[in-house]
């Protein structure tokens, strides 16, 4: 029984040493459901799925801060988007609190799509891991809080909002988002996921960074690891400062973890 679990917990601490250069979350009471994939050394896209309709929006956001509910909103980066049928928007916004937001200087996010079908607005974008926005976006080369928000009134026109009232639904994913290591990984992938058709629940390669436990129905998150291999024509490319910290980091934490457990 103890070696047993020695085991656990050895494939626990190796488990979150991981980078998670993708992974999905699924909130089935809330039904929500966030699917990220690195597709090259310094971009990720995202998939985002939630409740909407033609009056509201939702949105993506990421915190340094852990924040449990609306009302903590503050020096949130976060991505707005909306569909009437006749008009989209996707954007790339600044929260300083929550009662504020403002449209980015820098409109950082590309291949945004925004789709409404029956009562779920599907959203995919594309943004840098480290921006070249140094005020309004946050870096995901460093653990991040992911939160997302939906059942929101749009004020204004589609086409160019003027404001946002507060939404109603709210959630936070489990653990942090945490992309570090992806930038050592040459080009894991050369097509950028379709936001059209059914949602994909495959196991992907994703490890967790646990945050505080946050209880919101039934939740779901894959996590398994892969090995990146690119076509015989690609040229390597890395990142080997913050990356390559962070795997040693990572491989230290293991080996104290070896020793702690044969300790014991």
Do not use: H
Request: net charge negative; hydrophobic share 40%.
């Amino acid at each position: 029984m103890q070696g047993l679990l020695k085991l656990f917990l050895l494939a626990g601490l190796f488990t979150i040493s991981l980078a998670q250069c993708s992974g999905n979350f699924t909130n089935e009471t809330q039904q929500v459901t966030i699917d990220w994939t690195v597709i090259d050394s310094n971009t990720v896209n995202f998939i985002y799925t939630a409740p909407s309709t033609d009056t509201q929006y939702t949105a993506l956001a990421f915190s340094s801060q852990l924040i449990t509910s609306v009302g903590e909103l503050a020096n949130v980066d976060a991505v707005y988007a909306g569909d009437n049928g006749a008009d989209f928007f996707v954007q790339d916004r600044w929260v300083p609190n929550a009662l504020s937001n403002q449209l980015d200087t820098e409109q950082n996010l590309q291949n945004t799509n925004a789709s409404l079908s029956g009562d779920f607005l599907t959203v995919n974008f594309t943004r840098p891991i480290i921006s070249p926005d140094k005020n309004q976006d946050l870096d995901l080369n460093m653990c991040q809080y992911v939160i997302y928000v939906f059942n929101g009134a749009v004020i204004g026109s589609f086409s160019s909002p003027t404001g946002f009232n507060i939404p109603s639904g709210f959630g936070l994913l489990p653990m942090q988002l945490c992309l570090q290591n992806c930038q050592d990984v040459s080009s894991l992938s050369t097509t950028i996921p379709s936001s059209t058709g059914t949602m994909s629940t495959t196991t992907i390669s994703t490890s967790v960074q646990s945050s505080s436990s946050i209880s919101s129905g039934s939740i779901s998150v894959s996590a398994t690891t892969a090995t990146a291999t690119p076509t015989p024509t690609a040229t390597a490319t890395s990142t080997p400062s913050g990356a390559s910290a962070g795997m040693l980091a990572s491989v230290l934490l293991i080996m104290i973890a070896v020793a702690i457990v044969l300790y014991v």
